[in-house]
């Protein structure tokens, strides 16, 4: 009984111990391929190449109608659909309005499952931009309400 007791206990030590170690892995990836409102206000002042992409959902883009000017409106199913609509080659930035920036971290999980390593997160989106009273402009360009997304 004692034997049995102590191998489960030890299975799910175990079991912690690995989920634990790849949160961790996880986290370090998200740093590694995230961007603060800052650094990409800066990047977009001194005139560097770098796309952004509002991948919010149709929804949040009623709700919400402005966006980061220079920014091109993605919908986050035509992006996981075909990611070839991000260029591999260039620097490129998706943000979106979601708690925790999901769908953006959902984009850029499948983007670096597809070696699409010059993607990057807005880490906050939209709201964090704003909060740092950086610029917007409204978007007026017609989109589609897919209830899919």
Sequence with gaps: MT???I????????IFFLFWLKS???????EQHSITPEALYALVSSNQEV???????????LA?????????RL???????????????????????????????HILHRALALHFLRV???????????AKGYPVEPYNKPFRLDPGT
């Design 3 to 5: 034997i049995t007791l």
């Design 7 to 14: 191998a489960i206990i030890a299975f799910l030590l175990l």
């Design 24 to 30: 961790r892995r996880d986290r370090l990836v998200l």
């Design 51 to 61: 796309l952004i992409y509002d991948v919010r959902q149709p929804l949040d883009m």
């Design 64 to 72: 919400d109608s402005e966006i980061i000017p220079g920014a091109k």
């Design 75 to 105: 919908a986050p199913k035509e992006v996981i659909e075909n990611p070839s609509l991000v260029p591999k080659e260039k620097d490129a930035v998706v943000y979106c309005t979601c708690p925790s920036d999901e769908t953006a971290r």
């Design 120 to 130: 990057r997160f807005l880490r906050g989106g939209l709201a964090a931009w704003k």
